[in-house]
């Protein structure tokens, strides 16, 4: 029921900045817990950071004081601010949705198509 695409990837200097953003459509964005994923080549996908319909969030030790995710319920749009950019962040970022009851109507865990970031000199 939810469609998510992720936009502003790109290629950057180490020690600069990109904005993620994610939108999405099909259903109540509210009551959704959203977040960003990354994928490097050869690892896991991990958890970068996570903002709940409370509107609490969650960061990665990695990231922690660099990164800043946010939500807009209005524009049913999620975004990453990435500050301070390093080369190990390079990775392919998803954008994630879940409401994670399974006795709800709303129940469900959708990821967008991803887009890649690339820090490098």
């Known amino acids: 029921q939810v469609q998510l695409v992720e936009s502003g990837g790109g290629l950057v200097q180490p020690g600069g900045s990109l904005r993620l953003s994610c939108a999405a459509s099909g259903s109540i964005f509210s009551i959704y817990d959203m977040g960003w994923y990354r994928q490097a080549p050869g690892k896991q996908r991990e958890l970068v950071a996570a903002i709940l319909s409370s509107g609490s969030t969650n960061y990665a030790d990695s990231v922690k004081g660099r990164f800043t995710i946010s939500r807009d319920n209005a524009k049913n749009m999620e975004y990453l601010q990435m500050n301070s950019l390093k080369p190990e962040d390079t990775a392919v970022y998803y954008c994630?949705?879940?409401?994670?009851?399974?006795?709800?109507?709303?129940?469900?865990?959708?990821w967008g198509q991803g887009t890649q970031v690339t820090v490098s000199s």
């Open positions: 994630n949705a879940e409401y994670p009851y399974s006795g709800s109507y709303y129940f469900g865990d959708y």
